[in-house]
Each structure stands twice: as structure tokens, then as C-alpha cells.
């Protein structure tokens, strides 16, 4: 059973919120902290495509935002070291 949501609690209330659904069975949904620590990395991925999605811990209300819509093919990553990096197999 593959992970498809991806909630988001209010420490001080304990409200939950859903801030990101996969609706994609195909794709398995993981999370991650970047290395700067100043974002959450939402990766949806199979062996032939992947997707990725950043929250930023700053700011808790923001939705997240896509990096690289899913393109049948391209596999990529995404990191953050005071700046994002961006790794792919396109062209590979």
C-alpha cells in the first residue's frame, strides 16, 4: 500500500490539513527535508517518471509548489544548499 497524501498539523491546535494528494496509484509519494534544512521535498516517482513538490518550513500556509511537471521518461531530484539543485537523467 503506496503513501498518496500528504498532511499538514498545526502543532499549537492540532488541526490537520491536506496539502497535497496523488491521485496517481503508479507513482509511490515520499517525503524529505532538504540539506538547507528550509524546505520539504514531496517526490512522487515510479521507474519512469517522477515529480516533485517543495513546502517551505517559513511558511507554514503556503501551498506546495511544483518544480518540473511529470514528463513520461525524466527522472529527477531536487535539493536545496542555499540554492536548488536539480539532478536528472535527461539526456542520459
Do not use: C
Not at 19 to 45: E, K, M, N, P
Not at 65 to 92: C, F, K, N, Q, S
Request: hydrophobic share 40%; no cysteine.
Amino acid at each position: 500500500n503506496r503513501g498518496s497524501s500528504v498532511w499538514r498539523r498545526d502543532m499549537q491546535t492540532g488541526a490537520e490539513r491536506k496539502v497535497h494528494q496523488q491521485d496517481d496509484a503508479a507513482l509511490a509519494v515520499s517525503l524529505r527535508a532538504t540539506a538547507s534544512g528550509g524546505f520539504v521535498v514531496i517526490h512522487a516517482a515510479n521507474d519512469e517518471q517522477s515529480e516533485v513538490r517543495l513546502l517551505s518550513v517559513t511558511d507554514p500556509t503556503a501551498a506546495p509548489v511544483l518544480v518540473e511537471p511529470r514528463t513520461p521518461g525524466l527522472i529527477y531530484e531536487v535539493d536545496h544548499w542555499g540554492r536548488l539543485v536539480i539532478r536528472t537523467d535527461a539526456g542520459a
